[in-house]
C-alpha cells in the first residue's frame, strides 16, 4: 500500500492485467479456402503486457511493495502467470470459471474490476495498451472506469515521486508528460522498456502446488452472475467472415529497368504518379 | 442488482439515502445498503460523493424505443476540428436516414461553439454544445463526464467516436459509465433493416477475419470508427441544425490527472493516415541505409516513408512510421510494398489501400495475395530504376 | 503446458532472439562473451540442476537436457561453457565444498561472477584413467598439487579449477582424488587459448600446476574416491553431450530447410527437387531417433534407473546423427557453407566437438558391446 514518501514508507501495491493470446505471428491463411489456420497456434502472454509486466516490477523494485499479475481466461491461462511468477510478480490471480466465457471488453473490465477490488487497495494498475487477438484497446480504460481512477494511457515511461504517477506517453504529434493522483491505472506500450526474460528457479517454482497462485471463480470475486461472461456481454458477434483477399494481380516481368518503366506506366494510368 | 455499494468508499454520509426515488437505500452499520426495490436508475450513483455507489445499470436489458438519434462525438485538435470528425458526420448521416432520426454532433470543449456550423454544413441536424474551461483537448476524465451525462439525459440510440487515440480512450470510459457495450475501430456500419440495431463491422485477427458486431439489448450502442474510412458529405454551405447548450457539471476528480508539458519537437509529425502515397519498406530492406533508398523514392513521389514493426525494431524507422496491427492503419491511394513479406500484422494495417504495389524476391510473399501489382525482384535493383524513370518522366513535362 | 514444455519454451525464446542472431560473430571473434555469460546466470541458469534450497531450479536429467539442447540449437560454444558451469565445473564443489567454499565460490559462479573449469584431460589420454600423471601430495597442513591439463573448457577465463588427480598409484582405481584449486593459488599457470576448429567462442587452454599449495579440505570426497566420483557422473556427460548434439542438428535442419524453400534453380525452390527432399527427411528421421533415445535415457534417469548402455547409445547416436546433418547441410547451402557468413560452416566445424567430449564414438561402442555382454 502506498503512503506518503514523507513518512518514510513508499511501498507501491501494483496490479499487472495480463491476458494469453494466440501468437498471431504463427497465424496464417490457407492459400486455398482463405481461412485462418489455428491448428498448433502457441498461446503466449499478450506482447504489451509484458512490458506492462516489466514496468510493474520495475516499480517496485525502485520502491518496494508488491506486484500481482491477475488474469482472466481458460485454466490453461495459468502458463502466462507462471511466467508472470517467473518474471518476477509476488502472486497471481487466475479468474477463470465457465461462466466468465464468452465476455467482451464490458464485462472483462467488471471481471477484473471486482477481482482488483477484492484483492483489497492498489496504487497502481498496469496493462498493456492492446491484446493482438482482439485489438480493442478497450480494458485499459474501463477497468479505470470501473475502479474509478484516472487513466495513463499509452505510457513510454512511468515513475511515481511525491505520491503522483508522473509518465510520458505517445501522441499523435509528440510526447506528452502527465501528472496523476494515484490510484491510477497505466497501458504501456512496447516503447516502454525490455521485458526481462523469466528467472528460471522462479518459473519452476511456479509449477509447485505451492505456488502463489490463486484461482477464483464468480462467488470469490462477488460478481454478478448477470454481469459476467456472455451473459453480463452487451455486445455479440452476428456473423464472421473473411475479407476477400483475391484481387486480379498483375504479375511484371522482365530486368529490372523494364519492370521500373512498366510500373510507372501503371502508376500513371491509374493516375498515381 | 446493477447497483451497489463499495463499502470500502462509503462514508456514511446519507446523501444516497435521500437521492433514491424508490426509498431503496438505508443504513446500516453505518454504511449504505441498497435493497431489491431498487431499478438501477443510478440516481445514487450521481448523489455520491466518495464514488462508492456503482452501476452498471444498463447491462440490464434497456427499453430500446426509449433511445433515439444518432451521436457523433467531434474531436479537436489545437483547436480545430479533425477530418476524422466529418467523416464520422457523414457516416451517422447514413445511419440517422436508415433509423429516421435526426444525426446530432457532439461538440465539448473549452471554446468549440464556432464549430456549430461546420457540423450542420456537413450534415448535422442537431449540434450539441458543451462548453467548460475544464474540458481541454485530449482529457479524458471531464470529457467522459460531459458525454455521459448528456447521453444519460438525451438518450442516443448511436454514439459514434472517431478511432483516434483520444477517441479510442475516451469511448471505453463512456461506455463503462453507461454500462453499455462498444466495438472498437470499426470500418463499416449499418443499420440492420428488421431490428434497427446498429450492425458494426470490424477486422479481427489482424484483418484475415471480419466480425459484425451488435448490441440487441443494450443502448446506446457505441462504436470507435477508423478514421480514413468512412467518406466525409461535401460541405453544404448555408445548411441549418438547432443548436443546443448542454450544461456541464465538472467535478474536481475530473482533473486527477494533468499535463505538465508537450514536446511537439521530440516527434516530427506523421501522419501516415492522411498520406496519400506510402512507400513501406520491411525485412529486406535490411538497414537504415537501405531505407536511403526508399526514402529518395518517397520524394521522387511526394510520399511517406513507413514501414513494418521489425523496420522499426530494427531502428531503421521511428516509431511513428509503423504501420500495422501495432502501428498505424493506412489507407493511402497508393502503397509501395519494398522487402515486405506481408504477416497479417502488417497487412491489417494497410490492406485498405486502393492500389498496392508489391516489390519482393520471394514469389511466395503473402503480400503479392493482396497486391494489385506484384514485382517478383530485388528491391535494391528495381527500385532505383523505378526512380531514374520517374525523374526521366518528370523531366518530360 | 507442463514445466519441460514451459523451460524449453522459454530457453528457446531466449535462443531466438538474443543467441541466434549473435552466434556467427561470437565464434568470429573467438572470444568469451563475458555479457552473455552473466546474462545467462540472470536467468538462473547455471544453478538449474541444484536445489530450490540452494536457489536452484532443482531440475532433473530431463529439463536440465532440455535447456542444453535448446542452448545447443543457437551456439555450440555458449551451450559449452554453460554446460561446463553446471554440470562438471560446479557440481563436486556444491556436493562436497566445504561451506565457506561453496559461499566463496559456488555462489558467484551461479550469479556470473565467477568462471568454473574442470580439469580432466592430460596430454597422455582423456577417457584413460591409468594417463593421469598430475598428482597431489598430502603434507602436514597442505595439498601440494603438480601436473599438466589440457583441453580445459573455460580454462583461460575461469577462476576456479576442479581438478582431478593421482594420490597413491599404489591403489590403482582407488588412488585418484578431485581437488579444488582456485586460479589465484601460485603455481597455477594458464596457457594461451588454442586456436581451433569449432566451438571458437569458449575458450580453451592447458592448465599447468607447479606445486599449487591448496588446503586439505579443497579435497571433493573421501580419500580415493575420484574414480567413483568421475564414474557417477558418466552417465548425465554423455546424455547431456547427446542434448547437445540434437540442438546442433535440429540447427542444421531448420537452416537447410529454410534454405530449401528460398533457394532456387533452375527455376524451382530446391526444396522441390528429391535430392534434397530426401536429405531433409533423413536428417528429421534421425533427429526424431536422438530425441527418443536421449529423453528415453533421462526419463530413466530421472526414475533412478541404471542407463549408462541408453547414455552411451544416445550419445553415439545423435553425435554421429549431428555430424551428418551437419554434413547434409553444407551440401544443401552449396557453396554459401564454405563462407562463414552463414551458419552451415559453424555447424560443420562445431560438430567435430561433439565426437571428442563425452567419450569418442568408438570408445562409447566398446562400452556399448560390454554392456552387451561381449
Not at chain 3, 566463496?104 to 574442470?118: D, H, L, N, S
Given at each position: 500500500?502506498?503512503?506518503?514518501?514523507?513518512?518514510?514508507?513508499?511501498?507501491?501495491?501494483?496490479?499487472?492485467?495480463?491476458?494469453?493470446?494466440?501468437?498471431?505471428?504463427?497465424?496464417?491463411?490457407?492459400?486455398?479456402?482463405?481461412?485462418?489456420?489455428?491448428?498448433?497456434?502457441?498461446?503466449?502472454?499478450?506482447?504489451?503486457?509484458?512490458?506492462?509486466?516489466?514496468?510493474?516490477?520495475?516499480?517496485?523494485?525502485?520502491?518496494?511493495?508488491?506486484?500481482?499479475?491477475?488474469?482472466?481466461?481458460?485454466?490453461?491461462?495459468?502458463?502466462?502467470?507462471?511466467?508472470?511468477?517467473?518474471?518476477?510478480?509476488?502472486?497471481?490471480?487466475?479468474?477463470?470459471?465457465?461462466?466468465?466465457?464468452?465476455?467482451?471488453?464490458?464485462?472483462?473490465?467488471?471481471?477484473?474490476?471486482?477481482?482488483?477490488?477484492?484483492?483489497?487497495?492498489?496504487?497502481?494498475?498496469?496493462?498493456?495498451h492492446q491484446?493482438?487477438?482482439?485489438d480493442?484497446a478497450?480494458?485499459?480504460?474501463?477497468?479505470?472506469?470501473?475502479?474509478?481512477?484516472?487513466?495513463?494511457i499509452r505510457?513510454?515511461?512511468?515513475?511515481?515521486?511525491?505520491?503522483?504517477?508522473?509518465?510520458?506517453?505517445t501522441h499523435e504529434d509528440g510526447?506528452?508528460?502527465?501528472?496523476?493522483?494515484?490510484?491510477?491505472?497505466?497501458?504501456?506500450t512496447?516503447?516502454?522498456?525490455?521485458?526481462?526474460?523469466?528467472?528460471?528457479?522462479?518459473?519452476?517454482?511456479?509449477?509447485?502446488?505451492?505456488?502463489?497462485?490463486?484461482?477464483?471463480?464468480?462467488?470469490?470475486?462477488?460478481?454478478?452472475?448477470?454481469?459476467?461472461?456472455?451473459?453480463?456481454?452487451?455486445?455479440?458477434?452476428?456473423?464472421?467472415?473473411?475479407?476477400?483477399?483475391?484481387?486480379?494481380?498483375?504479375?511484371?516481368?522482365?530486368?529490372?529497368?523494364?519492370?521500373?518503366?512498366?510500373?510507372?506506366?501503371?502508376?500513371?494510368?491509374?493516375?498515381l504518379? | 442488482?446493477?447497483?451497489?455499494?463499495?463499502?470500502?468508499?462509503?462514508?456514511?454520509?446519507?446523501?444516497?439515502?435521500?437521492?433514491?426515488?424508490?426509498?431503496?437505500?438505508?443504513?446500516?452499520?453505518?454504511?449504505?445498503?441498497?435493497?431489491?426495490?431498487?431499478?438501477?436508475?443510478?440516481?445514487?450513483?450521481?448523489?455520491?460523493?466518495?464514488?462508492?455507489?456503482?452501476?452498471?445499470?444498463?447491462?440490464?436489458?434497456?427499453?430500446?424505443?426509449?433511445?433515439?438519434?444518432?451521436?457523433i462525438?467531434a474531436e479537436t485538435r489545437h483547436?480545430r476540428v479533425r477530418p476524422c470528425t466529418l467523416e464520422l458526420l457523414g457516416c451517422?448521416?447514413?445511419?440517422?436516414?436508415?433509423?429516421?432520426?435526426?444525426?446530432?454532433?457532439?461538440?465539448?470543449?473549452?471554446?468549440?461553439?464556432?464549430?456549430?456550423?461546420?457540423?450542420?454544413?456537413?450534415?448535422?441536424?442537431?449540434?450539441?454544445?458543451?462548453?467548460?474551461?475544464?474540458?481541454?483537448?485530449g482529457?479524458?476524465?471531464?470529457?467522459?463526464?460531459?458525454?455521459?451525462?448528456?447521453?444519460?439525459?438525451?438518450?442516443?440510440?448511436?454514439?459514434l467516436f472517431s478511432a483516434t487515440p483520444f477517441g479510442r480512450e475516451l469511448a471505453?470510459?463512456?461506455?463503462?459509465?453507461?454500462?453499455?457495450?462498444?466495438?472498437a475501430d470499426c470500418t463499416e456500419?449499418?443499420?440492420?433493416?428488421?431490428?434497427?440495431?446498429?450492425?458494426?463491422?470490424r477486422p479481427?485477427?489482424g484483418g484475415?477475419?471480419?466480425?459484425?458486431?451488435?448490441?440487441?439489448?443494450?443502448?446506446?450502442?457505441?462504436s470507435t470508427v477508423r478514421p480514413g474510412v468512412m467518406k466525409a458529405?461535401?460541405?453544404?454551405?448555408?445548411?441549418?441544425?438547432?443548436?443546443?447548450?448542454?450544461?456541464?457539471?465538472?467535478?474536481?476528480?475530473?482533473?486527477?490527472?494533468?499535463?505538465?508539458?508537450?514536446?511537439?519537437?521530440?516527434r516530427k509529425k506523421v501522419d501516415l493516415t492522411e498520406a496519400k502515397i506510402i512507400v513501406s519498406?520491411?525485412?529486406?530492406?535490411?538497414?537504415?541505409?537501405?531505407?536511403?533508398?526508399?526514402?529518395?523514392?518517397a520524394?521522387?513521389l511526394g510520399a511517406e516513408v513507413a514501414g513494418t514493426r521489425?523496420a522499426v525494431?530494427?531502428?531503421?524507422i521511428t516509431a511513428d512510421r509503423q504501420v500495422g496491427q501495432t502501428g498505424q492503419s493506412v489507407c493511402p491511394d497508393l502503397y509501395i510494398a519494398?522487402?515486405?513479406?506481408?504477416?497479417?500484422q502488417h497487412r491489417s494495417g494497410m490492406a485498405g489501400a486502393k492500389t498496392i504495389?508489391?516489390?519482393?524476391?520471394?514469389?511466395?510473399?503473402?503480400?503479392?495475395?493482396?497486391?494489385?501489382?506484384?514485382?517478383?525482384?530485388?528491391?535494391?535493383?528495381?527500385?532505383?530504376?523505378?526512380?531514374?524513370?520517374?525523374?526521366?518522366?518528370?523531366?518530360?513535362? | 503446458?507442463?514445466?519441460?514444455?514451459?523451460?524449453?519454451?522459454?530457453?528457446?525464446?531466449?535462443?531466438?532472439?538474443?543467441?541466434?542472431?549473435?552466434?556467427?560473430?561470437?565464434?568470429?571473434?573467438?572470444?568469451?562473451?563475458?555479457?552473455?555469460?552473466?546474462?545467462?546466470?540472470?536467468?538462473?541458469?547455471?544453478?538449474?540442476?541444484?536445489?530450490?534450497?540452494?536457489?536452484?531450479?532443482?531440475?532433473?536429467?530431463?529439463?536440465?537436457?532440455?535447456?542444453?539442447?535448446?542452448?545447443?540449437?543457437?551456439?555450440?560454444?555458449?551451450?559449452?561453457?554453460?554446460?561446463?558451469?553446471?554440470?562438471?565445473?560446479?557440481?563436486?564443489?556444491?556436493?562436497?565444498?566445504?561451506?565457506?567454499?561453496?559461499?566463496?565460490?559456488?555462489?558467484?559462479?551461479?550469479?556470473?561472477?565467477?568462471?568454473?573449469?574442470?580439469?580432466?584431460?592430460?596430454?597422455?589420454?582423456?577417457?584413460?584413467?591409468?594417463?593421469?600423471?598430475?598428482?597431489?601430495?598430502?603434507?602436514?597442513?597442505?595439498?601440494?598439487?603438480?601436473?599438466?591439463?589440457?583441453?580445459?573448457?573455460?580454462?583461460?577465463?575461469?577462476?576456479?579449477?576442479?581438478?582431478?588427480?593421482?594420490?597413491?598409484?599404489?591403489?590403482?582405481?582407488?588412488?585418484?582424488?578431485?581437488?579444488?584449486?582456485?586460479?589465484?593459488?601460485?603455481?597455477?599457470?594458464?596457457?594461451?587459448?588454442?586456436?581451433?576448429?569449432?566451438?571458437?567462442?569458449?575458450?580453451?587452454?592447458?592448465?599447468?600446476?607447479?606445486?599449487?599449495?591448496?588446503?586439505?579440505?579443497?579435497?571433493?570426497?573421501?580419500?580415493?574416491?575420484?574414480?567413483?566420483?568421475?564414474?557417477?557422473?558418466?552417465?548425465?556427460?554423455?546424455?547431456?553431450?547427446?542434448?547437445?548434439?540434437?540442438?546442433?542438428?535440429?540447427?542444421?535442419?531448420?537452416?537447410?530447410?529454410?534454405?530449401?524453400?528460398?533457394?532456387?534453380?533452375?527455376?524451382?525452390?530446391?526444396?522441390?527437387?528429391?535430392?534434397?527432399?530426401?536429405?531433409?527427411?533423413?536428417?528429421?528421421?534421425?533427429?526424431?531417433?536422438?530425441?527418443?533415445?536421449?529423453?528415453?535415457?533421462?526419463?530413466?534417469?530421472?526414475?533412478?534407473?541404471?542407463?549408462?548402455?541408453?547414455?552411451?547409445?544416445?550419445?553415439?547416436?545423435?553425435?554421429?546423427?549431428?555430424?551428418?546433418?551437419?554434413?547434409?547441410?553444407?551440401?544443401?547451402?552449396?557453396?554459401?557453407?564454405?563462407?562463414?557468413?552463414?551458419?552451415?560452416?559453424?555447424?560443420?566445424?562445431?560438430?567435430?566437438?561433439?565426437?571428442?567430449?563425452?567419450?569418442?564414438?568408438?570408445?562409447?561402442?566398446?562400452?556399448?558391446?560390454?554392456?552387451?555382454?561381449?
Amino acid at each position: 500500500m502506498y503512503r506518503d514518501a514523507r513518512l518514510g514508507v513508499a511501498e507501491l501495491d501494483v496490479i499487472v492485467l495480463v491476458k494469453q493470446v494466440p501468437n498471431t505471428a504463427e497465424v496464417k491463411i490457407d492459400p486455398r479456402t482463405g481461412t485462418l489456420m489455428r491448428e498448433g497456434v502457441e498461446s503466449i502472454i499478450n506482447p504489451d503486457d509484458l512490458h506492462a509486466l516489466e514496468a510493474g516490477l520495475r516499480l517496485r523494485e525502485s520502491h518496494g511493495g508488491r506486484v500481482t499479475a491477475v488474469s482472466m481466461g481458460p485454466p490453461q491461462a495459468m502458463d502466462a502467470l507462471r511466467e508472470a511468477l517467473g518474471m518476477g510478480a509476488d502472486a497471481a490471480v487466475l479468474l477463470t470459471d465457465r461462466a466468465f466465457a464468452g465476455a467482451d471488453t464490458l464485462a472483462t473490465s467488471y471481471t477484473l474490476g471486482k477481482c482488483i477490488r477484492k484483492l483489497g487497495r492498489f496504487d497502481l494498475v498496469v496493462a498493456g495498451h492492446q491484446a493482438i487477438d482482439g485489438d480493442t484497446a478497450q480494458i485499459g480504460p474501463q477497468v479505470a472506469e470501473y475502479l474509478d481512477v484516472p487513466q495513463v494511457i499509452r505510457a513510454t515511461r512511468l515513475e511515481v515521486r511525491d505520491g503522483e504517477l508522473h509518465a510520458e506517453r505517445t501522441h499523435e504529434d509528440g510526447v506528452e508528460a502527465v501528472r496523476c493522483a494515484l490510484p491510477a491505472l497505466v497501458t504501456v506500450t512496447r516503447e516502454a522498456n525490455k521485458p526481462r526474460y523469466p528467472y528460471i528457479p522462479r518459473l519452476m517454482a511456479a509449477f509447485d502446488p505451492n505456488a502463489p497462485i490463486k484461482t477464483w471463480g464468480p462467488k470469490d470475486i462477488g460478481a454478478d452472475e448477470r454481469l459476467i461472461g456472455l451473459k453480463g456481454s452487451p455486445t455479440q458477434v452476428q456473423k464472421t467472415f473473411t475479407p476477400k483477399l483475391e484481387k486480379k494481380v498483375e504479375k511484371l516481368s522482365g530486368q529490372p529497368a523494364e519492370m521500373a518503366r512498366a510500373l510507372v506506366g501503371r502508376l500513371k494510368e491509374r493516375r498515381l504518379a | 442488482m446493477a447497483v451497489w455499494v463499495e463499502k470500502d468508499d462509503c462514508a456514511g454520509c446519507e446523501t444516497c439515502v435521500e437521492a433514491c426515488p424508490l426509498g431503496a437505500i438505508s443504513m446500516r452499520d453505518g454504511l449504505a445498503i441498497i435493497d431489491e426495490k431498487c431499478n438501477s436508475c443510478g440516481a445514487c450513483v450521481e448523489s455520491c460523493s466518495t464514488g462508492a455507489i456503482k452501476s452498471d445499470a444498463a447491462a440490464a436489458k434497456a427499453d430500446t424505443s426509449q433511445y433515439r438519434d444518432v451521436w457523433i462525438v467531434a474531436e479537436t485538435r489545437h483547436g480545430r476540428v479533425r477530418p476524422c470528425t466529418l467523416e464520422l458526420l457523414g457516416c451517422g448521416r447514413g445511419l440517422a436516414n436508415a433509423l429516421d432520426q435526426r444525426l446530432c454532433a457532439v461538440l465539448a470543449g473549452k471554446e468549440v461553439k464556432g464549430f456549430a456550423a461546420d457540423m450542420a454544413e456537413h450534415g448535422a441536424d442537431v449540434v450539441y454544445v458543451m462548453e467548460d474551461a475544464g474540458l481541454e483537448e485530449g482529457r479524458t476524465l471531464p470529457h467522459a463526464r460531459a458525454i455521459t451525462d448528456a447521453a444519460r439525459e438525451k438518450k442516443p440510440a448511436v454514439v459514434l467516436f472517431s478511432a483516434t487515440p483520444f477517441g479510442r480512450e475516451l469511448a471505453p470510459r463512456v461506455s463503462r459509465r453507461l454500462g453499455t457495450g462498444l466495438t472498437a475501430d470499426c470500418t463499416e456500419l449499418g443499420i440492420d433493416g428488421a431490428t434497427k440495431n446498429l450492425l458494426q463491422t470490424r477486422p479481427a485477427w489482424g484483418g484475415n477475419l471480419m466480425a459484425t458486431i451488435y448490441s440487441p439489448d443494450s443502448r446506446p450502442q457505441m462504436s470507435t470508427v477508423r478514421p480514413g474510412v468512412m467518406k466525409a458529405l461535401p460541405r453544404e454551405p448555408g445548411r441549418k441544425a438547432d443548436i443546443v447548450g448542454l450544461k456541464v457539471n465538472l467535478k474536481a476528480e475530473d482533473a486527477r490527472l494533468q499535463v505538465v508539458e508537450l514536446k511537439k519537437g521530440l516527434r516530427k509529425k506523421v501522419d501516415l493516415t492522411e498520406a496519400k502515397i506510402i512507400v513501406s519498406g520491411g525485412n529486406g530492406v535490411g538497414s537504415k541505409e537501405g531505407f536511403k533508398l526508399l526514402e529518395e523514392l518517397a520524394a521522387v513521389l511526394g510520399a511517406e516513408v513507413a514501414g513494418t514493426r521489425i523496420a522499426v525494431e530494427e531502428g531503421w524507422i521511428t516509431a511513428d512510421r509503423q504501420v500495422g496491427q501495432t502501428g498505424q492503419s493506412v489507407c493511402p491511394d497508393l502503397y509501395i510494398a519494398c522487402g515486405i513479406s506481408g504477416a497479417i500484422q502488417h497487412r491489417s494495417g494497410m490492406a485498405g489501400a486502393k492500389t498496392i504495389v508489391a516489390i519482393n524476391t520471394d514469389p511466395n510473399a503473402p503480400i503479392f495475395q493482396i497486391a494489385d501489382i506484384a514485382v517478383n525482384a530485388d528491391l535494391f535493383k528495381v527500385v532505383p530504376e523505378l526512380i531514374a524513370a520517374l525523374r526521366a518522366r518528370g523531366d518530360e513535362c | 503446458m507442463n514445466s519441460e514444455e514451459m523451460l524449453r519454451r522459454t530457453i528457446a525464446k531466449f535462443v531466438d532472439n538474443e543467441i541466434i542472431p549473435v552466434a556467427n560473430d561470437l565464434d568470429e571473434k573467438e572470444t568469451f562473451p563475458r555479457d552473455l555469460f552473466k546474462r545467462l546466470a540472470g536467468m538462473g541458469l547455471y544453478s538449474i540442476r541444484y536445489p530450490k534450497e540452494a536457489g536452484g531450479s532443482a531440475a532433473d536429467n530431463t529439463h536440465f537436457c532440455i535447456m542444453c539442447e535448446e542452448l545447443a540449437r543457437g551456439s555450440m560454444s555458449v551451450a559449452a561453457f554453460t554446460a561446463m558451469q553446471c554440470l562438471m565445473g560446479t557440481d563436486f564443489l556444491f556436493k562436497y565444498g566445504t561451506p565457506e567454499l561453496r559461499e566463496r565460490y559456488w555462489r558467484p559462479a551461479m550469479r556470473g561472477e565467477k568462471v568454473a573449469a574442470f580439469c580432466l584431460t592430460e596430454p597422455g589420454g582423456g577417457t584413460d584413467l591409468a594417463a593421469v600423471t598430475t598428482t597431489a601430495r598430502k603434507s602436514a597442513d597442505d595439498v601440494v598439487i603438480t601436473g599438466y591439463k589440457t583441453w580445459v573448457t573455460n580454462g583461460p577465463v575461469a577462476d576456479f579449477y576442479t581438478v582431478l588427480c593421482q594420490t597413491d598409484r599404489s591403489k590403482g582405481p582407488k588412488g585418484f582424488g578431485f581437488f579444488f584449486v582456485p586460479r589465484d593459488t601460485p603455481g597455477v599457470v594458464v596457457t594461451r587459448k588454442f586456436s581451433k576448429m569449432g566451438t571458437r567462442a569458449t575458450e580453451i587452454s592447458e592448465v599447468i600446476f607447479r606445486d599449487a599449495h591448496v588446503p586439505r579440505e579443497h579435497q571433493f570426497g573421501p580419500d580415493g574416491s575420484g574414480a567413483a566420483l568421475l564414474n557417477s557422473k558418466l552417465e548425465e556427460i554423455r546424455v547431456m553431450t547427446a542434448a547437445l548434439s540434437l540442438g546442433l542438428a535440429r540447427a542444421a535442419f531448420d537452416a537447410s530447410l529454410r534454405y530449401a524453400n528460398e533457394r532456387e534453380a533452375f527455376g524451382r525452390p530446391i526444396g522441390k527437387y528429391q535430392a534434397i527432399q530426401m536429405k531433409l527427411a533423413t536428417m528429421a528421421t534421425e533427429i526424431e531417433a536422438s530425441r527418443l533415445m536421449i529423453y528415453d535415457c533421462t526419463r530413466r534417469m530421472d526414475r533412478g534407473i541404471p542407463a549408462m548402455k541408453e547414455a552411451s547409445m544416445a550419445k553415439y547416436f545423435a553425435s554421429e546423427a549431428a555430424c551428418r546433418a551437419a554434413d547434409e547441410c553444407t551440401r544443401i547451402f552449396g557453396a554459401y557453407a564454405y563462407s562463414n557468413e552463414y551458419p552451415a560452416s559453424r555447424f560443420y566445424r562445431d560438430t567435430r566437438f561433439l565426437l571428442y567430449g563425452g567419450g569418442t564414438s568408438e570408445i562409447l561402442q566398446v562400452i556399448i558391446a560390454k554392456e552387451l555382454g561381449l
